[in-house]
Nanobody, 126 residues
Framework: QVTVVESGGGLVQPGGSLRLSCAASGFTLDDYAIGWFRQAPGKEREGISC????????YYADSVKGRFTISRDNAKTTVYLQMNSLKAGDTAVYYC???????????????????WGQGTQVTVSS
């Protein structure tokens, strides 16, 4: 049974940091590139970062580039998203998912992702 669980969200002040985790089981994690997405209330889901199956290449959306860092530990079957310099506009539910088409991420739009978790809420507010 495939299980993906995001964790690490919470309430943080502007300028603060959080590290999200995406723990996967039921499939071979290092067969897949993994992406992080977010969805804010009333907005479409946005692909923000992706990491290749062995972690040797990454992709970032312009909205998070320079502030967020994606990484993975295949031995622990976990993918991480380190989020620094958080802004109110980063408030959203954050999800991870597996890239079902390619093992590298040069883009996220138009790519099919699957094995979605339930998400973790990130709220940036003073």
């Amino acid at each position: 049974q495939v299980t993906v669980v995001e964790s690490g969200g919470g309430l943080v002040q502007p300028g603060g940091s959080l590290r999200l985790s995406c723990a996967a089981s039921g499939f071979t994690l290092d067969d897949y590139a993994i992406g992080w997405f977010r969805q804010a209330p009333g907005k479409e889901r946005e692909g923000i970062s992706c990491i290749s199956n062995y972690g040797d290449s990454t992709y970032y959306a312009d909205s998070v580039k320079g502030r967020f860092t994606i990484s993975r530990d295949n031995a622990k079957t976990t993918v991480y998203l380190q989020m620094n310099s958080l802004k109110a506009g980063d408030t959203a539910v954050y999800y991870c998912a597996a890239n079902l088409e390619r093992r590298v991420c040069t883009r996220m739009q138009g790519i099919t992702f699957g094995y979605w978790g339930q998400g973790t809420q990130v709220t940036v507010s003073s």
